[in-house]
């Protein structure tokens, strides 16, 4: 994308969300320090807020170009799948080499029906659902210049699976959670709102009254509870809108464009690299292994990621340099 055309607040975004999803979500889980400590009422909400700001950008980034013909639409389908599924594939193999995961619902990610099946591989499922969502994209993409059919669309759409879930009982209900996130994204990159004071009261307002609903979620049902939709989509707008109003001419400092060039492969390749910390700082003190953790994996996994991703770019360049 040209300099003029960047939007640095993207960056900023995909920093501060990536950092709260691996720099402390899931980090946490490799410090010894007890899990209820760190994934509790407040932040489990954080994290579906984190995941719904990034679908919601994935959405924004998507809608960036339109699709007029046949041509448009095969070279966006080629884009995506070498942009996405070979990382995404090699992911799966190295959970598999370190026994993240069973070896049956990476097969089921890698085909990507893991999320109609309610056996998604963690962590991966993430992108499992991002691939489907880019998949069915050009639907959302030849309606959003009519609101109301761009939304009848989506509403078909969760009809659909939500008929199937039904039916089966396979359908993961995370579903419903972030596609309305999605959808959201490739209509802000159409036209994004300039944030008013009438819209900021009106946003605050919608959230509050989201956050109140998820007050009657039991901790144990948060995550696949419908109450979620609301805080997950009005958070996920306001914060991007926000941002977007306050830094999107600010050009990023470096390392938050590194750190946001690098998110995609930070995501995929975090676990393996905590698990191979995890095991050599095995009987050191929790504070001690913490602060290892944070201060020396976070950044050698930041500086990995984007030593993958350059060297990716690369070669999808130079593969398919049409599609990029």
């Not at 995506?80 to 959970?95: G, I, M, Q, T």
């Not at 359908?171 to 996130?181: E, I, K, N």
């Not at 998820?214 to 995550?223: N, S, V």
């Not at 913490?290 to 201060?295: E, K, M, S």
């Amino acid at each position: 994308m040209p300099t003029a055309q960047r939007h640095y607040s993207l960056d900023y975004l995909r920093c501060a969300c990536i950092l709260y999803l691996m720099g402390f979500w899931h980090l946490f889980e490799y410090t010894g320090i007890a899990r209820a400590d760190f994934n509790n009422d407040f932040t489990r909400r954080g994290a579906t807020i984190v995941l719904a700001l990034f679908v919601l950008i994935s959405g924004f980034l998507c809608g960036g170009r339109g699709i007029g013909s046949a041509a448009e639409l095969g070279r966006y389908y080629v884009g995506r799948f070498w942009r996405l599924y070979p990382p995404f594939v090699l992911a799966s193999l190295l959970f598999w080499v370190f026994k993240l995961e069973q070896p049956d619902r990476l097969l089921r990610g890698v085909a990507l029906i893991s999320m109609f099946t309610t056996d998604a591989p963690r962590t991966l499922w993430f992108i499992d659902m991002l691939v489907m969502f880019y998949a069915i994209a050009p639907l959302f993409l030849w309606v959003r210049q009519r609101l109301w059919a761009c939304l009848g669309v989506m509403i078909a759409v969760l009809a659909a699976a939500g008929a199937y879930g039904l039916l089966t009982h396979l359908l993961d209900w995370r579903l419903f959670l972030f596609l309305p996130c999605f959808v959201a994204g490739i209509l802000l990159a159409q036209k994004t709102p300039k944030l008013t004071w009438t819209l900021g009261v009106v946003l605050i307002l919608l959230w509050c009254l989201s956050a109140w609903l998820t007050t009657f979620i039991p901790f144990e049902d948060l995550r696949d509870s419908p109450l979620q939709i609301p805080l997950g989509l009005v958070s996920a707008i306001g914060l991007f809108l926000v941002v977007y109003g306050l830094t999107d001419r600010l050009k990023t400092p470096g390392i938050v464009s590194v750190i946001s060039y690098s998110s995609y492969f930070m995501y995929l390749y975090h676990r393996p690299l905590y698990e191979t910390a995890a095991g050599l700082l095995h009987g050191v003190s929790v504070p001690v292994r913490t602060v290892i953790l944070i201060g020396i994996c976070v950044p050698i996994l930041i500086g990995i990621a984007y030593l993958l991703q350059t060297a990716y770019d690369r070669m999808i360049k130079r593969l398919m340099p049409k599609t990029v």
